[in-house]
């Protein structure tokens, strides 16, 4: 099998209790790969703190997500914006990871990185193997994104930006978000919603089909 990351096919993960229907398991519940896998790609979504990044790796993963959330406490709150996020109490302190399955040979296998900059050390860690990540933006907060798209571009990583709708955010025309991050015109640029599968499903095929056209454009 070619891999970005090691094959876990036909192998399941111990020590993790999985659920869930999955996109393309079988009876098992979807532990199991199918035997036809022959690439699996291993893929990062980022972004800032409180970006939506565990929802959407949830929303995608086709095996119940490895989530390393914690509780957030007094000490945080000193260091972690909260503005603009009511009702978060937890936080990402290692990695989120979910796989998806998209066609009976290719399966993508997520990794969902911490957006605080105490994590930075963690994150080069996690790009080694990765074709490219997905950038969650949150149009409150436009400007963290800066830190998360120079550390993907000091690494080499390609990327695409997804903007997550949140119930309260301003909604802009592309063109203007385009601009107030400054991306190339190649980079992908897409709205969703983190909490729909279909919405993610479709923001993240967005990254595989721009990996796919930068590939095909190198020299072989």
């Known amino acids: 099998m070619d891999s970005a990351l090691a094959s876990d096919r036909g192998v399941p993960h111990h020590g993790v209790s999985y659920g869930g229907v999955p996109y393309g398991g079988d009876a098992s519940g979807g532990v199991y790969l199918r035997g036809t896998v022959r690439t699996a790609v291993k893929l990062l979504v980022v972004g800032h703190f409180g970006v939506g990044k565990t929802t959407f790796v949830g929303a995608l993963s086709e095996i119940r997500p490895l989530r390393t959330e914690?509780?957030?406490?007094?000490?945080?709150?000193?260091?972690?914006?909260?503005?603009?996020?009511?009702?978060?109490?937890?936080?990402?302190?290692?990695?989120?990871?979910?796989?998806?399955?998209?066609?009976?040979?290719?399966?993508?296998?997520?990794?969902?990185?911490?957006?605080?900059?105490?994590?930075?050390?963690?994150?080069?860690?996690?790009?080694?193997?990765?074709?490219?990540?997905?950038?969650?933006?949150?149009?409150?907060?436009?400007?963290?994104?800066?830190?998360?798209?120079?550390t993907l571009e000091e690494h080499g990583l390609p990327y695409a930006v997804a903007v997550n709708h949140f119930d309260d955010a301003p909604v802009f025309p592309e063109e203007e978000i385009r601009e107030a991050l400054d991306l190339l015109p190649e980079t992908p640029l897409v709205t969703c919603d983190a909490r729909d599968r279909i919405s993610a499903t479709r923001a993240l095929i967005t990254l595989v089909d721009h990996l796919h056209a930068r590939t095909a454009q190198e020299p072989v």
């Open 70 to 150: 914690e509780t957030m406490t007094q000490a945080g709150a000193h260091v972690d914006d909260l503005a603009g996020l009511d009702g978060k109490t937890t936080t990402t302190v290692a990695m989120d990871f979910g796989r998806l399955t998209l066609s009976d040979s290719l399966v993508l296998y997520l990794f969902g990185a911490p957006g605080q900059q105490r994590f930075a050390r963690l994150w080069l860690d996690m790009t080694q193997g990765a074709l490219g990540a997905l950038v969650l933006a949150d149009t409150r907060r436009l400007e963290q994104s800066f830190d998360v798209m120079e």
